[in-house]
């Protein structure tokens, strides 16, 4: 309706606005009535049915409400129609089309005809005139549609849905003996599955994954919500492999996003953070920021910098232990980034053997093509291994120069607060850097160790007993609780864990790529008869036939040897001890092996440990196996609370 018409004749076009709004509502009651509630009655019907037979989820339900929602938003937005409202007017009060010519002619532009045009004004006067005494309601009547009988039977329809019965729930075999007491049968009932046992160091450290906002932490707390569904009954073993592995896709993902973004070799800088964090800890001006770096966080490790510059500033005495600590923290720098890495002499060789087999090139055409791509590949992977640890020793000497820079000049000089500022900066994007490429490296190895735990889950045997007995042992004393004997064996070196081989092969686990038959032709190179993607650690773990152990394995109780198999010349050495307070880390360890991990001594000492041994973890050349072995090993003997 046209804004001249509303202007030309105001009356009229509130009459057929209003029988307009009038019709809009009766069309959506018809719609609602004779289209909604059949359609949707169905659909819910169908949606009860397939929840409480075929398992389906409860929310299909409230797919019945669609066809309301789809007919009210048709009704709301379909245009305006006023000139079929006007003459429905008419028709209903026999006016002889008075309010539709006149709405016409109050829209139509002026003529050049006089008379005509005195005409159509005194057309659009009398429908003013008449326009007050009409009502629109007896012209469209908000009736709803009756009923019709397929109307009703969609209703029915729906009302036997809901008193479709569920399945019964399946019988659980009562395993309490009928005389047992009662309170040994609630305990019973409280004792958690065999199975959440050999998972829970597992979940220990995907809870401490899952704190944080970042990828590693979203696919951590995934992997808990899918073991805590297996451990309740609602996944089956397929069904929650099959999500760890669409997991996996996931991670490959943030893992490929992280390789395109990452300039410098998270390794080293994990490293030179770690050495950082070590020179800082000497001074205790900067032993927030040290246990920052420790951390991986990069931001506290700004402020923390940031503070103790600012405290610096405001006293001599804490300006001296600032320059200590800088002094500190140049030394350490520069070892880390002095630090060589055997990649160099790795790629010479790899470069040197590609050159090989372009030389003597195979007897089979196909297989020369293969042996070259395979070594090429190996060579630009090498390449850029190289590129980024020179990249991340470039940017730790970067930071050793600030931090020298931070040494020199007066107190509170320009010189200092910029080499201060630039440090701080850099060590905390280093943090951070490292601390990305760690936790994805560690939500790999939980996401192996759930897999692995799947594939072993409910087969049973001594092997799977012994594994289970000895994971409540280690349980009960990360929490502290003591046994009945006081001395006896450490339970770092109690049994066997074993994994046996596994009874069911997983789809998609295969274990890698099927062994390369080896590149042959060439009687000098036999790092190449292979395979080059198998080393002489690829032995150990499919030498014996089993599946790769998930644990300690065989022969871990004798760990020193024999005491007479070696004829050594015995001399007396007289050694300083170091003088100062607290127990030494061997006695930690005896009495944590003995009565328990939860002391506030073996707390401390487990992080020191770790954070030694977390350089090494960081670096790709651990075999990924033998580093989630280490890491299942500081699972295992952690402090919980």
């Known amino acids: 309706m046209s804004e001249r018409a509303a202007t030309a004749a105001p009356r009229v076009t509130r009459l057929v606005r209003a029988a307009a709004r009038r ?4 069309d959506a009651a018809a719609l609602l009535t004779r289209v909604a509630l059949p359609l949707g009655c169905a659909i819910a019907a169908v949606a009860v049915v397939a929840d409480r037979r075929l398992d389906a989820p409860a929310w299909l339900a409230w797919l019945g ?5 789809v007919v009210l938003v048709y009704a709301v937005a379909r245009p305006a129609r ?22 016409e002619f109050a829209g139509s532009f002026a003529t050049s005809d006089p008379e005509a045009a005195d005409l159509m004004a ?5 429908a003013e005139s008449a326009a007050p005494a009409i009502d629109p309601r007896p012209v469209v009547p ?18 036997l849905a809901t008193l479709v019965p569920r399945p019964p729930p399946p019988e659980l075999a009562d395993d309490v003996p009928s005389d047992m007491p009662p309170e040994t049968a609630q305990a019973a009932a409280k004792k958690p599955p065999a199975d959440r046992v050999l998972a829970e160091p597992l979940r220990e450290d995907l809870r401490a994954l899952k704190e944080g906002e970042d990828r590693a932490a979203a696919l951590a707390e995934r992997m808990l919500q899918i073991l805590d569904a297996y451990g309740r009954g609602e996944l089956d073993r397929e069904a929650a492999y099959a999500q760890l592995e669409e997991l996996d896709k996931s991670l490959a993902e943030a893992e490929a996003e992280l390789e395109a973004r990452m300039e410098e070799d998270p390794a080293v800088l994990a490293e030179g953070v770690r050495q950082l964090a070590e020179a800082l800890k000497q001074e205790e001006i900067t032993q927030d920021a040290a246990e920052a770096l420790a951390r991986g966080d990069g931001d506290q490790a700004e402020k923390s910098l940031a503070d103790a510059e600012a405290e610096a500033e405001a006293s001599d005495e804490a300006e001296r232990s600032l320059q200590k600590a800088m002094q500190q923290a140049e030394k350490a720098l520069g070892k880390a980034a002095g630090e060589n890495t055997d990649t160099a002499s790795q790629l010479a060789e790899a470069e040197r053997r590609l050159k090989r087999q372009q030389e003597q090139p195979a007897a089979d055409p196909e297989e020369q093509e293969r042996r070259l791509k395979k070594q090429q590949q ?34 509170g000089s320009q010189q200092k607060k910029r080499a201060l500022e630039q440090l701080r900066r850099g060590a905390g994007d280093a943090a951070r850097k490292a601390s990305q490429s760690r936790r994805l490296g560690q939500a790999r190895d939980d996401l192996e160790e759930a897999k692995s735990f799947m594939r072993r889950a409910g087969q049973g045997g001594e092997q799977d007993d012994k594994r289970k007995q000895q994971m409540q042992k280690f349980a009960k004393a990360a929490k502290g609780k003591r046994g009945d004997k006081k001395e006896g064996p450490t339970l770092l070196v109690e049994g066997d864990l074993g994994d046996g081989e596994p009874s069911m092969q997983m789809e998609g686990d295969s274990g890698g790529e099927p062994q ?3 590149d042959g032709g060439d009687p000098q190179d036999s790092g190449d008869s292979g395979g080059d993607g198998q080393d002489s650690q690829g032995q150990d773990s499919a030498g014996d036939g089993q599946a790769q152990g998930d644990g300690m394995g065989q022969g871990s109780a004798e760990t020193l040897g024999d005491p007479t198999g070696l004829k050594v010349k015995a001399k007396d050495v007289r050694v300083d001890p170091k003088q100062g307070k607290g127990t030494t880390k061997a006695e930690i360890i005896k009495t944590a092996s003995q009565e328990g991990f939860a002391s506030a001594p073996y707390r401390d000492m487990y992080r020191d440990y770790k954070s030694f041994a977390q350089s090494t973890l960081d670096s790709e050349a651990l075999p990924a196996e033998q580093r989630r072995r280490v890491k299942r090993y500081f699972q295992m003997i952690q402090p919980r609370k």
Not at 122 to 126: E, I, M, T
């Open 65 to 69: 409400l669609a066809p309301a929602v």
């Open 122 to 126: 005194l057309h659009v006067a009398d």
């Open 378 to 411: 190996k060579v630009e992977e090498l390449r850029r291994q190289h590129e980024r640890e020179k990249a991340a020793q470039r940017k730790l000497d970067e930071l050793r120069r600030q931090a020298g820079d931070a040494q020199k000049g007066q107190q």
């Open 82 to 103: 006023p000139r079929r409202v006007a003459r429905r007017i008419d028709a209903h009060y026999g006016l002889h089309d008075l309010i539709g010519n006149a709405l």
């Open 516 to 518: 390369d038959s080896g």
């Open 142 to 159: 908000l009736r709803p549609p009756g009923l019709r009988a397929h109307d009703l039977a969609a209703v029915a329809l729906l009302v």
């Open 23 to 26: 019709e809009r509502i009766a």
